[in-house]
């Protein structure tokens, strides 16, 4: 037997949902560029779960159920309320909402096609409500219920703040759910493929994925991406900061890749949609920090950014809380979870690996007196 650390390099799974292959990204085979450009991302989530481009009939039905399946019921709300509010990450309220989801739908545990599906379609819609309620409730503000003529992205927006965004708004943060929604077979889809292996239900598997995508090697790294602009704080402090991190030998957070060498596809659109956002808000210094630690960074490790590091920028610059920045990827991110899950229900076999053991050799049992 041979092991990878981390299982680097080893082909897990066939999917048919999204590659990355000599750096460029597709999902379904449409490069990312060309759908950042072009593509919205309500597009994107019937791309990912029916493996083409919707008609615009398909669209309308598709941007009609998740419009219709928003509200979230009575009972979640309420046990948003019961939390330690001030003190709970919005990540951990998730994962524990989305869990809390599965135990008011009945039918949570049928595995049918339709009824998988009206979960994915359930799930997709009530992400965007659990986010921006939970946003609301801990600040002593009563969730906005969402409207059902507007798009999911300009839906979210107007749920978080509660005033219809600006055309500009709704088109950087849909693009930004556009890159999110799916990579391959990232630590967080591995893990909601590896829980519905076992025949598990779709709400385990997004519970478990949302956990995973918590951490700050994985989704999680955007908020600290923000910690580090605002400890850095401008940027002539920027080189100092990087090299003393390098010194200690920590890692820069937005920074390096397992699967790209040259670089990361979606970084350069969330680079220009950072320097468009930042010159809006009249807020450049963030934009400017960023290409600064890029620049020291780049030079020391040679390493480039990844989808975590300009967003963290344009999420600021949206005025959007900085602990709901990784919500704010699991949102876009659910469509890909989903996407997989339909599709390792569909080809399903239990995935279960071995380790290499390195423990002692064999032993024999001490009485308890003796040892
Ligand atoms: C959506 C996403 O999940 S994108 C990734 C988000 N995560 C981050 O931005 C966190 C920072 N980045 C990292 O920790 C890593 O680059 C990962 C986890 C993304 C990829 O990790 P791996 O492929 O396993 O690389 P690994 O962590 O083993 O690093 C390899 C080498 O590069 C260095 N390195 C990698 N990334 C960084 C970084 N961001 N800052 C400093 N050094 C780094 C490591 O220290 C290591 O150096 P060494 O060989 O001298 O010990
Ligand atoms: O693919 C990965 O390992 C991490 C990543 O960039 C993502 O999930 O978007």
Redesign the pocket.
């Known amino acids: 037997m041979t092991s990878s650390k981390?299982l680097?390099g080893i082909v897990a799974t066939q999917s048919a949902i999204s590659s990355i292959i000599d750096d460029t990204l597709t999902y379904v085979g449409y490069d990312i560029d060309d759908l950042a450009y072009n593509a919205s991302f309500e597009e994107v989530v019937y791309l990912l779960w029916h493996k083409k481009l919707p008609n615009k009939e398909e669209l309308t039905q598709l941007k009609k159920q998740l419009a219709d399946n928003m509200s979230l019921p009575q009972e979640v709300l309420n046990h948003f309320k019961t939390y330690p509010i001030n003190e709970v990450h919005p990540m951990a309220a998730l994962r524990t909402a989305v869990s809390l989801l599965g135990l008011y739908d009945k039918d949570a545990e049928v595995m049918s096609d339709e009824s998988n599906y009206e979960k994915a379609i359930s799930l997709q819609a009530k992400i965007a409500t659990l986010v921006t309620a939970f946003a609301r409730i801990r600040k002593g503000q009563e969730p906005v219920a969402p409207k059902s003529e507007l798009g999911y992205a300009e839906n979210f927006l107007y749920m978080l703040s509660g005033k219809l965004p600006e055309a500009i708004e709704i088109e950087a943060f849909d693009k930004a759910l556009v890159l999110h929604a799916d990579?391959e077979l990232?630590?967080s889809t591995f893990t909601a493929r590896v829980c519905v292996a076992t025949l598990s239900d779709m709400y385990s598997g997004v519970t478990a994925a949302i956990g995973a995508l918590k951490g700050?090697?994985?989704?999680g790294?955007n908020e600290q991406v923000m910690k580090m602009l605002m400890e850095i704080g401008s940027e002539d402090k920027a080189e100092a900061y990087i090299l003393e991190k390098?010194a200690n030998?920590?890692?820069?957070?937005?920074?390096?890749?397992?699967v790209y060498r040259l670089g990361d596809p979606r970084a350069k659109h969330l680079r220009d949609m950072s320097k468009q956002l930042t010159t809006l808000s009249g807020e450049e210094k963030w934009y400017n920090i960023s290409l600064k630690v890029e620049e020291v960074?780049t030079a020391e490790?040679n390493?480039p950014p990844?989808?975590?590091?300009y967003s963290a920028s344009v999420y600021h610059s949206l005025g959007i809380d900085h602990d709901l920045f990784t919500p704010i990827?699991a949102v876009s991110r659910i469509s890909g979870w989903i996407a997989h899950i339909l599709e390792q229900y569909e080809n399903n076999r239990l995935i279960r690996p071995r380790a290499e053991y390195n423990g002692p050799g064999m032993q024999k049992y001490i009485p308890i007196e003796e040892r």
Not at 216 to 219: E, N, S, Y
Not at 249 to 257: D, L
Not at 306 to 309: A, G
């Open positions: 981390g680097e990579h990232n630590a700050p090697l994985h989704g790294a390098l030998k920590e890692k820069i957070m937005g920074f390096g890749h397992r960074f490790k390493l990844n989808v975590d590091f990827f």
